[in-house]
């Protein structure tokens, strides 16, 4: 075997495997192992049950209509943080971190009370005849708002490495200012965008405190998976509520590798042909 | 296309950059802006490619008002220290984007752009090179892909921010002749920023040099080189012996021995401080006492590859002298012996109001 330069490889990679087996791989198969007493006739009616189906498009559905949201806005707050100074920057700036931080409750309440009937916002959206709060919209704000700093921070180091001069080349080049941004600057940041969204999705699917505040958790409709099983859990369900969560395990995992895939790809298209460079 | 500077003036802060700057380039000259860093030559480069924005002053295109321009509208091409190529795109879709951009109507056919890229990536001599990537270039290849790309919408006017500045001395050297070359193919109005004063003196047509955001003096390379205007321009050109002189009439003398200078400039005050400036390259040693000639002793000497360096001190100045290796050969020097020093040219300036900047190797 090669000689490496860099100590520590097997220390590194047994550490690795046992902290990942104790953090991630242990607990999930516990979920496995306890499912497996279901038959398999009993876990596909659990798991494709008219609530659970139900339930399964709302808190995907939500969560990629709040991943979206945060794309485009996260893009913008995090581009005006890089690129411009203006006073009171560093204030916002530690203002996208505060959905890190917040108790997720207070974030749910505080939510529920701006956009019910008669909050300070929910009073002027209900005139225009759009219900937020205690309804799949109030969900999609939560989540929006909880997402935020995921794709905000992913994308702030990637931007500040983009040289102004880039831009400039464009312009003498003779490219319009929406040009730049779509054949220049959007390329160069994408797969960095790709992770944001990816990691306020995860983070949206498995969300429960804001949520379950705003959504008004009518079933059917604006019930979101994680609620189902907690609801099951309090009728000792256990069993039934492993089977959801399965399922849900599952869904995440096939959209995560998929996005995975996608921001490889993203990431390597332009160094395919590497090798024997100049 | 000719570029007519007239008045240019920019400040950042209290920092003056530009102070109204006249400057003519005639068309398919090719400039040389130099000066050392912070003298204001690249926020010039940058105003007349729309990228910065005069606070005062006009910049006319072929006599035509072009200030307040868009950068995008110029049809100025530039290239950057830091090459600036877009990471994600190959080669080949690098030198493309100026004309994939071009509006619809504007825009040549497919087999139109693959042509032109084509024809300048073999100008530029790397058109084997057209799939790869940036990353996968040296610095000198993708120095050429950014001169390719900006050739590639056919500016007018060719603008460039120390081209070489980020390459090592070798590739700097094969690339500048190069580049005078391509210039001298394609008469193209051309601009460049450099500290480097060989690669001015080598390359352009026409030196600008600049300091603290003045220009001290325009000339042909040889002008600015054998008759510099100021004693800055002196100093930058090249390593200069800075002597204290006092003014005689028509005459100048240099050293404490009273030994003979140089002719005083017309319109210099005729008695008072003065200094006489003289090339290491231009002082001749002598082993025995010669008439007017300045006693010094050796502190050092070094061969530095055709030429050998001697320093000596004069009193408690040192003097920095370049002989030949022959000449070097003859003398054979050694430290702490006694020689005399007779300059052979010799330019006498009247003592400066301000302390010189950096630059030559000033006593």
Redesign the interface.
Known sequence: MQRRVLPGFGLSLGYTLVYLSLLILLPLSGLAFKASSLSFDQFWDIATGERALASYRVTFGASLAAAAINGVFGLVVAWMLVRYPFPGKRFVDALVDLPFALPTAVAGITLATLYAGNGWIGRHLEAFGWKVAYTPYGIVVALTFIGLPFVVRTLQPVIEDI?P??E?????????RL?TFV??LL??IFPALLTGVTLAFSRAVGEYGSVIFIAGNMPLISEITPLLIISKLEQYDVVGATALAIVMLVLSFILLLAVNTLQWWAAN??????GE?? | MSIEIRGIGKRFGNFVALDDIQLDIPTGELVALLGPSGCGKTTLLRIIAGMETADSGQVLFSGAEATHLHARERKVGFVFQHYALFRHMSVFENVAFGLRVKPRKERPPEAEIRRRVMDLLKLVQLDWLAERYPSQLSGGQRQRIALARALAVEPEVLLLDEPFGALDTKVRKELRRWLRRLHDEMHISSVFVTHDQEEALEVADRVVVMNRGKIEQIGTPDEVYSNPATPFVYQFLGNVNVFHSRVHGAWAEIGRAGAEGGAVPEGSPAHGDAMAFVRPHDIDIERSPVAGGLESSVQDVHAIGPVVRVELAHGSELIEVELTRERATELALAKGQQVWLRPRQVKVFAAPTQPLEEGGSGI
Request: aromatic share 0%; proline share 4%.
């Open positions: 040289e001069e880039i400039e080349a464009a312009a003498s080049l003779g490219a319009s040009q054949r220049v390329p160069a298209r332009h160094k395919a042909t590497s460079a100049r």
